[in-house]
């Protein structure tokens, strides 16, 4: 069965953020009607982004990597957003396996956002119905567009190509490829949702950085740290993959 | 979680009524075999105030949800949904709850009445099944997600029906032998249910999220922090799961719950029903005023209980952003992680 999903690479992402400002214009402006957001120029700012990176530190001191994370919907095998729907909105196409959520049909009961264990659903206040990533349904199969953009807005975005669009269960497909050949892995692989998605992982960037050009200056609590890097010797290390 | 003030409403409005009609039908069975039936005013009122309140849960739980006119969609999905069942023997439970009513005020056979509600005390346990369970099918919560939640509603619901039901037998004078059973039962229940319930807050204090962050973003080292959410301000995952309300009150509210809902009840039970145990049947104390605090006593600690109950629950995306602090126990993978022990692989 097909099964359209990403593939992100972890290693690649610098965390612009393109993918999740493409990803909200497209969707405020394409098929599914706005995505209007509380409040967008005062202090709290808040409203539905289908996709959300989130910057991580691993390590500690001066032994730290920096972990950009692209999140969104995984359109996972087995949905548990799709089997507590009362209504029947929320739903996983057999031809692609997008998971879906019909916003004529939802009730706005956010059951669904609670039996999603990656957080990936977002309520829309203004309408009142649970939304989520489409996979860009509405750009993949749409012969308006040329064919080269008929790929996922946060795809063709990333400046980094940290971002892969296909069919995970076609060992040909690029998606595949990226997955078999970068290790790619699934998040929460205990979560029991079989996530489509798939993360290659970070790899460990080593900069070497001797004593003496580290500056470390104590001013009570604030530590202001001054380093010269010298990037010629940048060594690329496996970083392990968990989960 | 964040607190779902509509469904606070439906669980205890709703579920004391599901209480209310099973013990007004048991108190009805009752009469039948022991041969002194009850008084007609306790079945209609019985009736009426199960069915008022059972509205008043689900008018308060359409309030809550954003389409309600899609309401109707919900009833082809029972195989699949708790929330769908749930939305099917409400409706449900209430017809068996009029019928009874109108047979009752019709003079009709006892056996068919009896019959008519003994169905109706079927969808009320089918219904705190389906309610608990809607709770207790989500397993990224681990608080909600144990055969504790549909134990714990349907015996608070009965306990704080019970009460209301007892309260009618005290106000309308009731036959003398059902009173005393059901003040017996009455205090079994709510006993039990306390010890259910505090069974459960130890079992949450052990609780710890299986989950890890490490499993979560796929990264295999002991030291993950946080640096930036991705946005500015709070967003709905940040604030529908991540409750931080009331957190210095929540242990007040805690022992406030256990005393209104068990404690006082158990004690005012003793109390007032004293004299019936004498063989004393006409006197209530305060013509069943005490009856009556016992059962607003039981309902008002029921909705602190069940609000408890939603800002108790933490969810397992909370591990995005920033751990599962929230639990009381520490995740021994992870402590051991810490102290320099390999991670375990998944
Ligand atoms: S990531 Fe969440 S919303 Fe997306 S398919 Fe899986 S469970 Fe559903
Ligand atoms: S919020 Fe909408 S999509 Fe989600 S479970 Fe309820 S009806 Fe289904
Ligand atoms: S596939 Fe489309 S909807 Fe999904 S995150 Fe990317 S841009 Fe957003």
Redesign the interface.
């Known amino acids: 069965m097909k099964q359209l999903a990403l593939v992100i690479d972890l290693y690649k992402c610098v965390g612009c953020?393109a993918c999740?400002v493409n990803c909200k214009s497209w969707n405020s402006t394409g098929q599914f009607g706005p995505l209007k957001d509380h409040d967008p120029y005062g202090?709290?700012?808040?409203?539905?982004?289908f996709n959300?990176?989130?910057?991580?530190?691993?390590?500690?001191f001066p032994d730290t990597q920096?972990?950009n994370?692209p999140?969104s919907c995984m359109h996972c095998a087995d949905a548990?957003c799709v089997?507590?729907?009362?209504?029947?909105?929320s739903f996983k196409r057999e031809e692609d396996g997008i998971v879906l959520v019909n916003y004529d049909?939802?009730?706005?009961?956010?059951?669904c956002?609670?039996?999603?264990?990656?957080?990936c659903r977002?309520?829309d206040e203004f309408e009142?119905?649970m939304k989520k990533c489409t996979l860009c349904v509405d750009r993949i199969y749409n012969t308006d567009l040329p064919e080269d953009e008929r790929q996922p807005a946060c795809v063709l975005s990333c400046p980094t190509r940290a971002r892969v669009f296909g069919d995970i269960n076609d060992p040909q497909s690029e998606a595949s490829k990226a997955i078999s050949k970068g290790m790619g892995?699934?998040?929460?692989?205990?979560?029991?949702a079989n996530p489509s998605n798939h993360?290659l992982?970070?790899r460990k960037v080593s900069v070497k950085v001797d004593d003496d050009e580290i500056t470390v200056k104590k001013q009570g609590a604030i530590k202001a740290v001054r380093r010269k890097v010298d990037v010629e010797e940048v060594v690329i290390e496996d970083?392990?993959?968990?989960? | 979680m964040s607190p779902e003030y509509s469904i606070i409403l439906l669980t205890v409005f709703a579920g004391a009524g599901q209480g209310l009609f099973a013990c007004l039908v048991a108190g009805d069975a009752l009469g039948f075999i022991t041969g002194s039936p009850m008084d007609i005013n306790i079945m209609l009122t019985g009736a009426a105030v199960s069915l008022g309140m059972t509205i008043a849960g689900v008018g308060s739980s359409f309030l809550h949800l954003t389409h309600p006119e899609r309401g109707i969609k919900t009833i082809n999905q029972w195989k699949k949904s708790w929330l769908s069942l749930e939305a099917i023997l409400l409706p449900v439970f209430m017809g068996f709850v009029a019928f009874y009513g109108i047979l009752a005020y019709y003079g009709a056979d006892t056996s068919l009445r009896l019959a008519v509600g003994g169905l109706g005390v079927v969808s009320a346990m089918a219904l705190y099944l389906a309610s608990g369970m809607i709770y207790a099918a989500v397993p990224y919560i681990k608080e909600w997600s144990t055969p504790y939640t549909p134990i714990n509603f349907t015996m608070i619901g009965l306990a704080s029906g019970g009460a209301l039901q007892v309260g009618l037998l005290r106000f309308f004078n009731g036959p003398h032998i059902t009173s005393l059973v059901m003040i017996a039962g009455l205090f079994a229940v709510t006993f039990t249910a306390m010890v259910i319930k505090l069974a459960y807050y130890l079992r949450n204090r052990r609780l710890y999220q299986p989950l890890t962050i490490q499993s979560a973003l796929g990264i295999n080292h002991p030291d993950i922090v946080l640096m930036d959410m991705g946005t500015g301000y709070m967003h709905y995952n940040t604030k529908e799961y991540d409750y931080k309300g009331y957190q210095n009150s929540r242990g007040t509210i805690r022992i406030a719950s256990i005393a209104l809902l068990f404690i006082l009840p158990l004690a005012l039970m003793t109390f007032d029903y004293m004299p019936l145990f004498n063989g004393d049947s006409a006197v209530a104390v305060g013509g069943g005023v005490l009856a009556l605090i016992t059962a607003v006593s039981m309902i008002a600690g029921a909705l602190m209980e069940r609000w408890l109950f939603f800002v108790d629950g933490s969810h397992a995306q909370n591990l995005y952003y920033g751990g599962s602090k929230d639990f009381a126990a520490p995740n021994p993978i992870l402590q051991a992680s810490k102290k320099g022990a390999p991670l375990p692989p998944g």
């Not at chain 1, 956002?113 to 957080?119: D, M």
């Open positions: 953020h999740a202090k709290e700012p808040t409203g539905v982004w959300r990176v989130q910057t991580y530190e691993v390590g500690s920096v972990i994370f999140k548990p089997s507590v729907c009362p209504t029947n909105a049909d939802c009730i706005g009961c956010k059951y956002s609670w039996a999603c264990p990656y957080g977002e309520f009142g119905v892995y699934k998040l929460m692989p205990d979560s029991g993360y992982p970070h970083f392990g993959i968990g989960g």
